[in-house]
Nanobody
Framework: QVLLVESGGGLVQAGDSLRLSCAASGRTNSGYAMGWCRQAPGKEREVVASIRWDGGTTDYADSVKGRFTISRDNAKNTVYLQMNSLKPEDTAVYYC??????????????????WGQGTQVTVSS
């Protein structure tokens, strides 16, 4: 089993930046696709960014494209989400997610198998 622990969330104002980190432990081989998902009040959980097991491909939701960047350091078993130009509508609980697969990382949150506990990101106007 893979355990995921997020960190880096907090309260910021519009226009600020945050970097979220997700540390993985347990059965952490090189074959895990990773995603960052968020859940905002009144909205479905969505994948905002995903990255293939080797970092070869990335995908972003239209709402964050150009502002967020997902990256991974497999040697450190860590995935990052750099969030720039934050907007109040980015306010949500952000989750790290993983799936053991070698294809393109899922953009459907229902496809992920492992989840972190979530970290709150609040952006004030």
């Amino acid at each position: 089993q893979v355990l995921l622990v997020e960190s880096g969330g907090g309260l910021v104002q519009a226009g600020d930046s945050l970097r979220l980190s997700c540390a993985a432990s347990g059965r952490t081989n090189s074959g895990y696709a990773m995603g960052w998902c968020r859940q905002a009040p009144g909205k479905e959980r969505e994948v905002v960014a995903s990255i293939r097991w080797d970092g070869g491909t990335t995908d972003y939701a239209d709402s964050v494209k150009g502002r967020f960047t997902i990256s991974r350091d497999n040697a450190k078993n860590t995935v990052y989400l750099q969030m720039n130009s934050l907007k109040p509508e980015d306010t949500a609980v952000y989750y790290c997610a993983a799936k053991y697969m070698y294809g393109r990382a899922p953009i459907d949150p229902n496809e992920y198998d492992y989840w972190g506990q979530g970290t709150q990101v609040t952006v004030s106007s």
